[in-house]
């Protein structure tokens, strides 16, 4: 949707976490005079104290606050939805059917960027992967900005957009969703359950993340995992030309992490050695496909290997990604907040190997099922399990499922805080072994999110 468009019709801004409070800006930067929506369930009071300040401060703000807050839907022409807001709620279909537009941050800034845009997406990796776009963009000069969930909110940074700028952009599954347009280069990395208290099914979840490549067009480029079987499905229906990246082949065009080298191809029969697998920075062996994909992206917009070498060697993991905490009481404690699905717990504890002996497991509830996990814990080296709600019980019951007699191997320990959680680590983790903090389940309820949790555990952790 062009900006032009936006002069006339009333708009609603639905939704006013951090992407709302940008679009808020954005558009009152636009349209001083006009009258603005605003539209969350949450009270003036309840909001976050930056978002209820843009409010308070403008007296041409029309709210719609609290419980009732969708009611306020019909009023408005057009409505640019927060990606939190699921698409399944009855009053935003009813929108959809009475002839709303309904927009997003992202379509905006699709319509309107004069730049290239690179978009990232897959359910874990993204943000790793995207900070190494961008660190090999800058490294290789050019003007690279990093938006999205991992960066700024996409329309802090519209006004500098220009032909020869470059946008990372981190996408969640939420903000593909309903996207008519898809980036010039799309990377799409593994894609497993997740989100399924807001999809109705995995496949729409599925149906989401492929819009980074449904709108592509035959001169666009994907970037994909080719180890992975729905990745190669999407690739074998999308239009763009087509990069498979890989831990296990080589192809070219590719990008693979094998023999000890990452090498990349743009074309067959020229390959180039981009970096040795021993000078990566990141843990993991999953993250060498993090690391192959930001090279072939590299490589796509003509960033040379030696730059592409240097700016991988020079980059600093993320935090709450198997970051190590440090060594206490002669336990090494690992934090990776950031696993919210069992296959990133799994890829953790593949990584740090049979001295793991403690693990932090469970969080919010979305329906995901734990018998891959429960049979990697059973194959493990883990003798204590510490276990949060909701999940926690869920992830027990399916270890018990596969080995009846778990009590007498594992010792289970369920709290409610990560105080407890961490007391308990210390208390049952012996000198020489791992603590892993990796929930494989979300963190709402007891925690704001990842990263409260994250830095909880870390601050429990190195209290003496």
Request: hydrophobic residues 40%.
């Amino acid at each position: 949707m062009k900006l032009s468009q936006l002069r006339d019709p009333s708009i609603l801004i639905l939704g006013l976490g951090r992407e709302g409070q940008s679009t808020w800006r954005f558009l009152r930067s636009l349209f001083p005079e006009k009258i603005l929506g605003a539209a969350d369930r949450a009270s003036l009071n309840e909001l976050p104290p930056e978002a209820a300040e843009l409010l308070r401060s403008d007296p041409r703000a029309r709210l719609h606050l609290g419980p009732g807050y969708l009611a306020s839907l019909p009023q408005y022409d057009v409505i640019v939805k927060a990606p939190g807001i699921p698409v399944t709620l009855p009053e935003h279909i009813q929108a959809v059917e009475a002839g709303k537009r309904i927009t997003s941050q992202t379509d905006l800034f699709f319509s309107n960027c004069s730049g290239q845009i690179v978009g990232v997406t897959g359910t874990k990796g993204k943000s790793t992967t995207s900070s190494l776009i961008y660190s090999i963009l800058k490294q290789g000069g050019k003007r690279a900005f990093l938006v999205g969930n991992i960066g700024s909110p996409a329309l802090d940074l519209l006004r500098e957009s220009t032909p020869d700028s470059v946008f990372v952009y981190e996408m969640s599954s939420h903000q593909l969703e309903g996207l008519r347009q898809s980036p010039h280069i799309a990377v799409l990395l593994n894609v497993v359950p997740e989100h399924l208290d807001y999809y109705a099914s995995f496949e729409h979840y599925a149906a989401a993340k492929e819009n980074i490549t449904r709108h592509q067009s035959p001169d666009d480029w994907l970037v994909y995992d080719a180890d992975h079987s729905l990745p190669r499905a999407i690739a074998s229906r999308s239009r763009a030309r087509t990069l498979a990246c890989s831990l296990e082949k080589f192809s070219a065009p590719g990008c693979a992490a094998l023999e000890g080298w990452v090498v990349c191809s743009l074309e067959p029969g020229r390959e180039e050695r981009i970096l040795a697998t021993r000078e990566s920075p990141l843990p993991g062996r999953f993250n060498l496909l993090n690391i192959a994909a930001a090279a072939a992206v590299g490589r796509l917009l003509g960033v040379e290997a030696q730059d592409i070498r240097a700016a991988v060697r020079g980059f600093r993991p993320l935090e709450h990604r198997l970051e190590p905490v440090g060594t206490f009481g002669g336990v090494r404690y690992y934090n990776d907040a950031i696993a919210t699905v069992p296959e990133a717990t799994i890829a953790a504890l593949d990584t740090l190997g049979a001295d793991v002996e403690t693990i932090l497991l469970g969080g919010t509830d979305r329906g995901i099922d734990f018998a891959k996990l429960a049979t990697r814990l059973l194959a493990s080296s883990v003798r204590t399990i510490i276990l949060f709600p909701r999940t926690g019980q869920r992830i027990w019951e399916a270890i018990c499922e596969q080995e009846p007699a778990a009590d007498s191997r594992f010792a289970p320990v369920f709290v409610d805080n990560m105080e407890a959680a961490v007391a308990a680590a210390k208390e049952r983790t012996p000198q020489g072994k791992i603590c892993l903090h990796s929930p494989a389940s979300p963190s709402f309820g007891l925690f704001r999110d990842y990263r409260d949790r994250g830095e909880q555990f870390k601050r429990f952790v190195q209290m003496r």
